[in-house]
């Protein structure tokens, strides 16, 4: 099925209105199958909006996203999570009257019907982002860095081709921050490709070999880490023009 | 610093439950200073202030303010000793005149007999607490419900005024006009001001020093001007490639 020679994930001209303001303006960049992509920009740039669109959970007013060469703007967040692209969120979202157990199967169940296959798949993932013993506890009363856990557990029983992680160390215990990041590059070395948006730049510069820089809702830098980190445009975003040069 | 410091903050470790979010956090403000605190998002920034103003109570540490600890008292009491917070997002009472949300803000017994006169003094500085007085808080633009959160944080006569991003969502113009303000406020008025900002360099431009948070911890602290020119503050903010 896949067309040769095409990236895994192109994004073209993905633009996205609220009233007068313009929060995604003709964003456009490829991501190629086995990437970690770090996503930045200071606030309000328009980073989480750019996940909204390409997960489907707003249609972008322009543009095109496209997964192995296939449209995917104008699916529910649903059909795009079954095309194969899985996403966390930066205000954690676990239901919260369920089992931890229970919140990985209904990321395992949009791939078996069998629900006994479903519990084992969600054990399993359980048992690779750390959590296996809080398998039974209800969702409710983890803490935030067990959460966040959680979240990527469930997008991962999806089985998806691209994961998008939105501010997975955000409102994390420092200390709990390393072991996400190894977790986020166990991933990625199992084959996963991943768009992440990080505001911590530690850790984004320490896990991703390519960042994309946004702000006001346009993409200003694109590249590997060290020119990112020091183009003029950047600089000038995060800091302000007397620390450019 | 050879002054000593009106406000001084010690070793102070803050957390939300099971999430520590301060570790051993410092900072001092001289009589008459506009300190910028500045940080990338999460650092701890509100956290910080919401502690001072007494939000948020430390899990260890100390908090003086003109040599006396205030650690252990309630928000109100620190109100009345001379520290005032103009919160994040501004939080006026939306359906309250202007004239009535910055009353509210002399209620502690200190400012509450002189009620009259600070607004008098106040109308002429922001003119538009007289001209705008009857009108609902919500139907005001974002810079003017600024200007009314920061009026409303005068009315409690402060020694000190924090602001927490008193600049967000601001047009330029607006924000010209805030940063004339608190200038305005300490040249006139004595008053010192700790604020947090996210644009750096705007930050610098009308503070005397920063101090910058970095994960929890307060990691660099200096005049503006070195600040200016820190490579430190590049690192901490863009990270290491950035130098």
């Known amino acids: 099925m896949a067309a040769p020679d095409v990236s895994l994930l192109r994004i073209r001209g993905v633009t996205k209105r609220f009233g007068g303001i313009t929060a995604n303006r003709g964003i456009t960049f490829d991501v190629e199958a086995g990437e970690l992509v770090g996503i930045i920009g200071p606030n309000g740039a328009g980073k989480s909006t750019l996940f909204e669109c390409i997960s489907g959970f707003y249609a972008p007013d322009e543009g095109e996203v496209e997964l192995d060469g296939a449209r995917l703007i104008g699916l529910s967040p649903d059909r795009v999570c079954r095309r194969g692209i899985a996403r966390t969120f930066q205000k954690l979202r676990p239901f919260q009257g369920m089992t931890v157990a229970e919140n990985v199967m209904v990321g395992a169940l949009t791939r078996t019907r069998v629900v006994k296959q479903a519990r084992e798949q969600a054990h399993e993932w359980l048992r690779r982002v750390g959590l296996a013993e809080k398998a039974h506890a209800h969702a409710r009363t983890l803490s935030t860095g067990q959460r966040k856990r959680l979240e990527l557990a469930r997008a991962l029983a999806t089985a998806p081709r691209v994961l998008l992680l939105d501010e997975v160390t955000g409102g994390v215990d420092q200390r709990s921050i390393p072991g996400l990041v190894e977790l986020v590059r166990e991933l990625h070395r199992g084959g996963l490709t991943l768009l992440v948006i990080e505001h911590n730049m530690r850790v984004v510069t320490a896990v991703a070999q390519r960042i994309i820089a946004l702000h006001m809702g346009e993409v200003i830098a694109d590249g590997a880490p060290d020119v990112v980190a020091r183009d003029r445009k950047v600089v000038e975003a995060y800091l302000g023009q007397a620390y450019v040069g | ?243």
């Open chain 2, 1 to 243: 610093m050879s002054a000593p410091a009106q406000l001084a903050l010690q070793d102070l470790d803050v957390a939300y439950g099971d999430m520590q979010v301060l570790w051993g956090a410092q900072l001092t403000v001289a009589a008459g200073e506009i300190v910028a605190l500045l940080g990338p998002n999460g650092a701890g920034k509100s956290t910080l202030v919401n502690t001072i103003s007494g939000l948020l109570r430390p899990r260890a540490g100390s908090i003086s303010f003109e040599g006396r600890r205030i650690d252990g008292t309630p928000a109100y009491r620190r109100a009345a000793d001379g520290i005032a917070h103009v919160l994040e997002r501004r939080r006026l009472f939306p359906f309250l005149t202007v004239h009535d949300n910055v009353v509210l803000g002399a209620h502690n017994p200190r400012a509450r007999p002189h009620r009259e006169e600070t607004l008098a003094r106040l109308q002429t500085l922001l003119p538009l607490l007289k001209s705008r007085g009857g009108q609902l808080a919500h139907t005001l633009s974002g810079g003017e419900q600024q200007m009314v959160a920061i009026a409303r944080g005068l009315m409690a006569q402060p020694k000190l005024l924090m602001i927490d991003e008193p600049f967000l969502g601001l047009a330029p113009r607006m924000v010209a006009q805030i940063g004339e303000l608190v200038r305005r406020i300490r040249d006139e008025q004595g008053i010192s001001v700790l604020f947090i900002e996210q644009n750096v360099e705007l930050s610098l431009k009308l503070a005397d020093r920063g101090v910058v948070l970095e994960s929890g911890r307060t990691v660099l602290s200096g005049s503006s001007a070195e600040l200016l020119r820190s490579a430190e503050v590049k690192r901490i903010f863009l990270g290491d490639f950035a130098l």
